[in-house]
């Protein structure tokens, strides 16, 4: 067992961890974080989907003890309130069917919304491609996303 | 020839019960002869298998059977009482039912949430509503005719006086319950105001936040986290594992053998190991060494070579209308062709998993992604020996169905490590065992032959059919009806069967068979009308024009979902760019009848589907987007699923995680457009039948755009990418 103190949406947590247990288990498990799924885990599907440092990484294939100082938001982190851009786009739009792939595919809409604010269809598919839903709602997704933009035109960003 | 149905309301012999809570609050509750006792609706007893309960608040709270697996149905039922009962949709929330027998039928399959819940909600909001407007309209001293309901208040509109409902619920609890007889339901799509308007998902605000709405995000008090392993060839028994070792294990608290029976849709023999979290149990599992003892070997090279020797053989007629052998010999034109689709998975987004709890005084609880729970009760009983009335099943929300929960073996394995361990246990398949250990869609092979007459017309149709089965019978997911068009189209048809024996483990896929056939059926005719020379929506509204004997489908709305999505997608109406092609197909399953147009852009035999247009008659739509959600994902599924395959070596499953079996990515997603006819039909699920016809859409587009003829599926076994 390993310590690692993670910064997880603002709070720090002292953890006591297999030196090897992804993330992904460390949110689950340890924590009752439970918004993160697991659904491949070999990082190729998305679902597990984190924020590292503003990026979007694949929280079950990354050991919890490598992540001590980074700043890790998940989707219970994004806004509690559910008044984050991406996430009012995504109730309007209505694109969850089943939900469980949402919270990938919702963090990394947001961390392509915040380096490019207004994406074209190509480039909503280059950012969205890694993350997989089974229900089919990629066509939500990008009127979603353009939605998003659209609704923080103006405001300096989308968060 | 369109039927209308709003007498099923009688016919069902539906009661009503009115009643006030100790909260103060007013609680509809309905019955049906079916489900009661004359004795209990004699005596007033029986037990409501729905409420609806308007608070004190003025809030309403509606009880739902049915588990929400993405499919809608918890957004769609509260939109319907809210319609009848005329309050505003948002004040109207749903608590999901725990698996309870007074409700009937919990399942989440076969399309039928919505024409189940049908009348039964609109009874309980219009008795509600009628209720709460003679109360207010004798508290007024005038005619309840003039007194309607809206937004939550009865309005008396020549003296201008409202009342709330929330003010009226003791009065209409002391009122005469009406007959359900004299309730006046809306049914049609002109009577509504709500229904038919685009709603979002009532869970959409705990999804878009992460809160913990599965199955796998149940957390109880000193849970533990088990994984089980089990044979990859199907069926394997343990000999041996070193169970003693892994116990030692860091986090580990207990390893044992399941010795398990020889069913492969019950407690399959594995080994358990219980840990602290699931990454240890996980990791202990990797040191884990079993010998397994095996039956079989099953592959997928051995099932191509029977079929190719059984494609010889003429199989068991199962149908033979006229004379195919005489109408051939007539015909001016004989078509052949043969078709093959292979085995597929569900892939659930989220695994398999289920959490158990067995209490010390011999009572199971489960907390269960279950399709159908009370076949899992079932299972549990006669595994564990524990009375039915012992087991409480809690439902929680499905990260995926698609006809894979509605097995049980993932239920009875949590229930079984459980009772061993005395502790709660959270359940979790990695996608590997979820993979490797699901219920697949059968493959199979069609070899088509049809004879085309002067006219053009199909006048001939054989179909030897070769499927999978065990002693003779086909198994599940495998059998195709004789009754299923073409016949019934062709005065002369026959369906001959053959089956090839299997050790595979096959169940419903969503849409069981169709899914599967209408794509070697439809793009057949795409074949027959090709060789005919007929354009192919003609010639398929030519083929519906007319039945022999008993119509396979009803006509007039199959060839009506056609005509809307072929008339919106501009066909025969618009010229195509080069390397474009247009395709399509009709289907009707589960009710409902879908029809759908694809475009495809080729680069040589690299495709992309552009757009789908999409026609569908299910009669009134109740969320509008619920419904084009189950459209638009059915369109995408289709064209996912035709792009992945499983294959069997040794007796086990090949395939295991998303990097040898890809889903569909964003980038290979059409743009769909979903064009409803709001008929006066009573309404049938969407969840089964948009997926279908939108296989053979596609590939019938493909031929159109690139010339070939894609008659095996996986695409890429025909050469074509996406």
């Known amino acids: ?159 | 020839m369109s039927i209308r149905a709003d007498s099923k309301v009688m016919d069902r012999r539906a009661f009503l019960k009115v009643s006030m809570l100790a909260s103060g609050a007013l609680l509809v509750g309905i019955g049906h002869t079916g489900n009661l006792s004359a004795a209990e609706i004699a005596a007033g007893t029986w037990k409501a298998n729905l409420y609806v309960r308007i608070n004190v608040d003025g809030t309403v709270t509606i009880v739902s059977k049915n588990p929400e697996a993405g499919q809608g149905v918890k957004t769609a039922f509260p939109m319907v009482v809210a319609e009848c009962l005329n309050v505003d949709w948002k004040n109207v929330s749903v608590e999901q039912a725990p698996l309870d027998d007074r409700y009937g039928r919990q399942v989440v399959g076969g399309s039928r949430g919505t024409p189940d819940g049908w009348d039964d909600l609109r009874i309980a909001g219009t008795a509600a509503c009628q209720m709460l407007t003679a109360a207010a309209a004798r508290e007024w001293g005038v005619p309840v005719a003039e007194c309607p309901a809206k937004d939550g208040a009865v309005l008396h509109t020549a003296s201008g006086e409202s009342r709330r409902f929330e003010t009226l619920l003791e009065i209409a609890a002391g009122l005469p319950v009406p007959a359900v007889s004299e309730l006046r339901l809306k049914s049609r799509p002109a009577d509504f105001e709500l229904l038919g308007t685009y709603v979002p998902g009532v869970d959409n605000p705990g999804i878009v936040t992460g809160q913990g709405l599965f199955g796998c995000d149940t957390r109880i008090e000193g849970m533990l986290y088990a994984v089980f392993e089990k044979c990859a060839t199907f069926g394997g028994r343990v000999r041996k594992a070193n169970v003693e070792q892994v116990r030692n294990l860091p986090g580990v608290t207990h390893a044992f053998v399941v010795d398990g029976t020889d069913n492969l849709t019950e407690l399959l023999p594995g080994v358990a190991i219980v840990a602290r979290t699931w990454w240890e149990a996980q990791s202990a599992r990797k040191q884990l060494k079993v010998e397994w003892e095996t039956g079989h070997s099953d592959s997928t090279a051995a099932y191509d070579a029977q079929a190719q020797a059984l494609s010889k053989q003429h199989g068991d007629i199962l149908r033979a209308d006229g004379n195919v052998e005489k109408a051939f010999d007539s015909a001016k034109q004989v078509v052949e062709a043969s078709y093959y689709y292979p085995f597929v998975s569900h892939t659930n987004m989220e695994p398999q998993n289920c959490t158990a709890l067995y209490h010390e005084s011999g009572k199971l609880e489960l907390w269960a992604p279950s399709q159908n729970p009370k076949g899992g009760r079932a299972l549990i009983s006669r595994t564990l020996g524990i009375p039915e009335d012992r087991i409480h099943v809690n439902l929680t929300r499905i990260g995926g169905g698609f006809g894979r929960r509605l097995r049980h073996d993932f239920m009875v394995e949590a229930a079984w490590i459980a009772k061993v361990t005395g502790r709660p246990v959270q359940l979790q398949w990695t996608r590997e065992d979820d993979m490797r250990h699901d219920f697949y869609r059968p493959a199979a092979w069609h070899h088509f032959k049809a004879g085309i007459d002067e006219g053009g017309r199909m006048t001939a149709f054989d179909h030897h059919f070769i499927t999978f089965g065990v002693n003779g019978e086909t198994v599940s997911g495998a059998g195709l009806s004789p009754d299923h068009y073409p016949a019934g189209l062709v005065p002369n048809f026959r369906l001959r069967q053959s089956i090839i024996e299997t050790h595979v483990p096959t169940g419903p896929w969503r849409s069981p068979g169709h899914s599967a056939y209408c794509w070697a059926y439809q793009g057949f005719f795409d074949e027959v009308a090709h060789a005919a020379g007929r354009d192919q929506l003609e010639f398929r509204m030519n083929l519906l024009s007319k039945s022999y004997g008993k119509p396979p489908l009803d006509l007039e709305r199959t060839s009506g979902a056609l005509k809307i999505a072929a008339d919106k997608a501009g066909w025969g109406q618009r010229r195509l760019e080069a390397n474009h092609g247009l395709g399509l197909a009709f289907h009707y399953d589960h009710g409902g009848f879908v029809s759908h147009v694809a475009e495809v852009v080729a680069d040589g035999s690299n495709i992309r589907v552009l757009k789908v247009w999409s026609g569908i008659d299910v009669g009134p739509v109740i969320n509008l987007s619920g419904a084009s959600n189950q459209v638009e994902g059915a369109v995408v599924d289709a064209l996912s699923t035709a792009q992945m395959e499983i294959t069997f070596a040794n007796g086990a499953a090949v395939q295991s995680n998303f990097s040898d079996q890809p889903l569909l990515r964003i980038n290979q997603a059409p743009e769909i457009e979903c064009h409803f006819i709001q008929s006066d039909n009573s309404p049938s699920g969407l969840g089964e039948p948009p997926i279908a016809a939108a296989t053979p859409a596609i590939c019938n587009a493909v031929f159109a755009a690139t010339g070939t003829r894609i008659r095996q599926l996986p695409f890429s076994r025909s050469g074509i990418s996406v």
């Open chain 1, 1 to 159: 067992m390993s310590k690692v103190t993670l910064k997880i949406n603002g709070e720090t947590h002292e953890l006591d961890v297999p030196q090897d247990m992804p993330l992904l288990w460390a949110l689950r498990d340890k924590l009752d974080l439970v918004g993160t799924k697991y659904s491949c885990g070999i990082g190729v599907c998305g679902t597990c989907t984190v924020l590292v440092n503003g990026t979007p990484m694949r929280s079950c294939v990354m050991p919890a003890v490598t992540m001590a100082s980074m700043d890790i938001t998940t989707i219970e982190g994004l806004d509690p309130a559910g008044n984050h851009p991406v996430q009012k786009a995504w109730n309007e739009v209505d694109v969850p069917q089943c939900g469980y792939c949402q919270g990938g595919q919702i963090l990394t809409a947001s961390a392509l919304l915040e380096r490019n604010s207004n994406p074209t269809d190509e480039d909503i598919d280059a950012a969205m491609s890694g993350v997989l839903c089974r229900c089919g709602t990629y066509h939500r997704i990008r009127k979603a996303i353009k939605l998003a933009a659209k609704n923080t035109a103006g405001t300096g960003g989308a968060a």
